[in-house]
């Protein structure tokens, strides 16, 4: 049963951009927030970004502040991630998810219901 997918990931140069696309099945699937997260190998699973569906509010961690935007369009039921000034160390796996919840807490990866299965993005130097 397909309920996220995610898609737009690649390789780019150094300065490069991407945008991610997530889609989510069925409304069902995309509770009141969506993020994004990111794992690079070995390394643990961090948080990129989030947008709650109703009021739009964004959040971002700070290694991509300034860099990255996050934007939904709720009639599709579809999150994006513009990826601007891409750099070496933000080559990872890229996952949505969607949470139930909404404000600070979903920085948190154990508060998200459902996940994508990622999509590759890779900065060459």
């Known amino acids: 049963q397909v309920q996220l997918v995610e898609s737009g990931g690649g390789l780019v140069q150094a300065g490069g951009s991407l945008r991610l696309s997530c889609a989510a099945s069925e409304r069902t699937f995309r509770g009141a927030s969506m993020g994004w997260f990111r794992q690079a190998p070995g390394k643990e699973r961090d948080y990129v970004a989030s947008?709650?569906?109703?009021?739009?509010?964004?959040r971002y961690a700070d290694a991509v502040k300034g860099r990255f935007t996050i934007s939904r369009a709720s009639a599709e039921n579809t999150v994006y991630l513009q990826m601007n000034s891409l750099k070496p160390e933000d080559t990872a796996v890229y996952y949505c998810?969607?949470?139930?919840?909404?404000?600070?807490?979903?920085?948190?990866?154990?508060?998200?219901?459902?996940w994508g299965q990622g999509t590759q993005v890779t900065v060459s130097p």
């Open positions: 947008i709650s569906w109703d009021e739009g509010r964004t």
């Open positions: 998810a969607s949470s139930s919840w909404t404000g600070p807490a979903v920085s948190r990866a154990n508060m998200y219901d459902y």
